[in-house]
């Protein structure tokens, strides 16, 4: 443990059964142990492709996971998608359970067509179908099986010093990646942009900090509060520290829908299953989160970014 690292607080709330905790009363399934779960999950993904159309040759090949928890979608993309996936992730429990995750994911397919094979060319004494026939030959498919595992790397981790190397990945993106909660974020989006190919786009949402427009005295006696109290988490700081990365902001939205539905399920799952006499919840962070989120009235934030281009490509 790096104790100089600028994340190296962390240490003291992300460890071992953290997953297991978070878990007892997720309404989305074990895997997906962030807001919106799935559904989320392939929203991104039609993001991040619609983003990247039309970049580099060869499309999105490498892409990093922050705060990846036990790999669930680090797996999915691989085997979906082709990409080779890199996962940081604090919890070294979270972190064996992701390789053995990718292990077990089975293999994925690869489909290559062959033109290579010249198509006769059309004469007077040949047919349209036989013209058709001809070409459609001259196609073959290769197809290749790979585990998926291969595509897959975990690494044990903070975000705020990735053991990782420069201008390596297409796409760098965080499904509520609470490494960010961090005060000192500025070193993890530096780290994002030093990963980032030049061009490349970075992708997340955190639904649980105080949203955009909270009046300053609410947003200090929110990170003053003995339960949610963390320094300089906010919207607003997350957009201050990412401009100051080097990273080019595209939009940035709040999460307040997502957050109230997510955060709305949860409570009503505590309820539901572990009532108390006088309704509380067993969760005093999410109680106290939940009357600051009334008060304030957004939640959460929702990032489009990208590491500029090199001058040569702009």
Not at 119 to 132: D, I, K, N, R
Request: charged share 20%; with cysteine.
């Amino acid at each position: 443990m790096d104790w100089s690292n600028p994340g190296s607080s962390d240490f003291h709330i992300y460890k071992d059964g953290f997953h297991d905790r978070l878990s007892r009363y997720w309404p989305e399934p074990r895997e997906q142990l962030h807001s919106g779960g799935w559904a989320k999950t392939r929203e991104m993904v039609a993001d991040i492709k619609r983003l990247m159309a039309g970049g580099k040759p060869g499309g999105i090949t490498r892409v990093l996971d922050l705060c990846c928890g036990e790999g669930a979608t680090a797996s999915f993309l691989a085997a979906r998608e082709g990409w080779e996936v890199t996962g940081v992730e604090l919890v070294e429990s979270a972190v064996l359970v992701a390789r053995s995750r990718a292990e077990r994911y089975g293999t994925f397919v690869r489909v290559q067509l062959d033109t290579s094979a010249e198509p006769q060319v059309a004469t007077a004494s040949l047919t349209a179908v036989q013209v058709a026939a001809d070409v459609v030959s001259a196609v073959r498919v290769r197809l290749s099986y790979h585990p998926v595992a291969d595509l897959v790397r975990i690494a044990h981790a903070s975000i705020h010093y990735m053991p990782l190397p420069s201008n390596s990945y297409d796409v760098v993106y965080g499904q509520d990646p609470d490494g960010l909660a961090n005060e000192n974020r500025l070193f993890a989006f530096r780290e994002v942009f030093r990963v980032l190919r030049p061009g490349g786009l970075f992708y997340f949402w955190h639904h649980w900090i105080p949203g955009p427009r909270w009046p300053s005295a609410l947003l200090h006696e929110y990170w003053a509060d003995p339960i949610t109290g963390s320094p300089r988490l906010s919207h607003e700081c997350y957009l201050e520290d990412l401009r100051a990365s080097g990273l080019q902001l595209v939009c940035a939205t709040d999460t307040t829908a997502l957050a109230a539905s997510h955060m709305g399920a949860m409570a009503e799952r505590m309820r539901r299953e572990a009532p108390a006499p006088d309704g509380s919840l067993p969760d005093q962070w999410l109680e106290r989160a939940l009357q600051f989120a009334a008060r304030g009235g957004t939640m959460g934030i929702q990032v489009v970014a990208f590491k500029p281009p090199a001058p040569s490509e702009s």
